[in-house]
T-cell receptor, first 111, second 114 residues
Framework: GENVEQHPSTLSVQEGDSAVIKCTYS??????FPWYKQELGKRPQLIID?????GEKKDQRIAVTLNKTAKHFSLHITETQPEDSAVYFC??????????FGTGTRLTVIP | DAGVIQSPRHEVTEMGQEVTLRCKPISGHDYLFWYRQTMMRGLELLIY????????DSGMPEDRFSAKMPNASFSTLKIQPSEPRDSAVYFCASSELAGGGELFFGEGSRLTVL
């Protein structure tokens, strides 16, 4: 089955700086790569996703890049704010199969 | 729609007791997923259903765990007998499509087994 690795496990940045979280996947057939944000005590919620026919996607301060050759994708958050503090999960999927989640990155934005 | 609804939100029980967690997916969603979240293992898929039929239960830890989906609007995850290592947050999620469809999570059920 698919194996998704996520780094780093924890990340602290100063408010206003950028944060980058990276994930690698093992199954070259994977074609859908979402990112979920989970605030403390809350449910995971989708913040952005990308499909394998696209190399980059941006939504305001959040962007995701995908390198299919290297089988890795990254989440970029610019101009970080305290409300960005949360655990972020990457995931991958191919076809009509289950989402395989990474182990999560705890992001702390220091005011 | 009120979203995915799970109950109970919190459950504290003693080792050996039966635990039943409940989930109501979003109306019209064909896929339902049960995940377990712990600090050590992150989000693990336990089982998922398509049109009420279990598709992949390879993540169910052992025979103590069972899940059912008797109709499109209700699913249960049962642990019998429960053990302290089952303590976790159990999330139910639903989606329109397994492939490329956004997963909508419930609020989760926090289980503590003493």
């Amino acid at each position: 089955g698919e194996n998704v690795e996520q780094h780093p496990s924890t990340l602290s940045v100063q408010e206003g700086d950028s944060a980058v979280i990276k994930c690698t996947y093992s199954d070259s057939a994977s074609n859908y790569f979402p990112w979920y944000k989970q605030e403390l005590g809350k449910r995971p919620q989708l913040i952005i996703d990308i499909r394998s026919n696209v190399g980059e996607k941006k939504d305001q301060r959040i962007a995701v890049t995908l390198n299919k050759t290297a089988k890795h994708f990254s989440l970029h958050i610019t101009e970080t704010q305290p409300e960005d503090s949360a655990v972020y999960f990457c995931a991958s999927r191919w076809g009509a199969n289950n989402l395989f989640f990474g182990t999560g990155t705890r992001l702390t934005v220091i005011p | 729609d009120a979203g995915v609804i799970q109950s109970p939100r919190h459950e504290v029980t003693e080792m050996g007791q039966e635990v039943t967690l409940r989930c109501k997916p979003i109306s019209g969603h064909d896929y339902l997923f049960w995940y377990r979240q712990t600090m050590m293992r992150g989000l693990e898929l336990l089982i998922y259903f398509n049109n009420n039929v279990p598709i992949d239960d390879s993540g169910m830890p052992e025979d103590r765990f069972s899940a059912k989906m008797p109709n499109a609007s209700f699913s249960t995850l049962k642990i019998q007998p429960s053990e302290p290592r089952d303590s976790a947050v159990y999330f139910c999620a639903s989606s329109e499509l397994a492939g490329g469809g956004e997963l909508f999570f419930g609020e989760g059920s926090r289980l503590t087994v003493l």
